[in-house]
């Protein structure tokens, strides 16, 4: 019997469960995010105690995560960049290796998807690192594509990044 999967909007007090995901992602995947283990290592915990707390009851940028079995499992990011474009982004999608067979990936993307519409938006973005060619793959399969926009990251700057976007429209499911 596989596990249960369940996505949950981040709490005020789980800046640990924070830490904790957004550490094991960048131990298993520090190409695909635009910051370092170390500086992840390196933060107080107040600061993810901090984000935790604005990404409960922000409408501007929040947290989602994947629980199997009732344990973290995987985390994305939902938010809205300044104005004046107020552009909608999803990103730091990770999912721990062990339950990436189960679609935990497009539990979390749909469940920031719908936050965003919730909140608004009519298209979202994503910016991938070039080098991370599953996570392109993966977002292309669900309706993401090229926007032709292509930059060096800013927190690394040896790396590239594809700006991909998606239409959303009534049925902000994936196609799977």
């Known amino acids: 019997m596989s596990p249960s999967l369940t996505v949950r909007r981040i709490a005020a007090d789980q800046g640990a469960v924070l830490r904790e995901l957004r550490t094991a992602s960048l131990r298993d ?3 695909a995010f635009g910051d370092t283990l170390e500086d992840a290592l390196s933060a107080d915990a107040a600061v993810f105690d901090a ?8 409408h501007t940028g929040t947290s989602f995560i994947l629980y199997t079995e009732g344990h973290p499992a995987g985390l ?6 300044s104005a004046p474009a107020r552009r909608a982004f999803v990103s730091a999608l990770w999912v721990a290796p062990a ?5 935990g990936g497009e539990l979390l993307l749909n469940s920031a998807i719908e936050w965003l519409v919730g909140e608004g938006a009519t298209q979202v973005y994503a910016w991938v690192t070039d080098a991370n060619t599953t996570a392109m793959r993966f977002y292309e399969r669900l309706g993401f594509v090229a926007t032709g926009d292509h930059a060096r990251s800013q927190q690394q700057p040896e ?3 594809t700006l991909l976007m998606r239409a959303l429209g009534e049925h902000t499911k994936s196609a799977s």
């Open 29 to 31: 995947a520090p190409y």
């Open 51 to 58: 984000a935790a707390a604005r990404h409960a009851v922000s």
């Open 76 to 81: 994305i990011g939902a938010s809205f960049e």
């Open 99 to 103: 339950v990436r067979h189960l679609s």
């Open 159 to 161: 790396q590239w990044e």
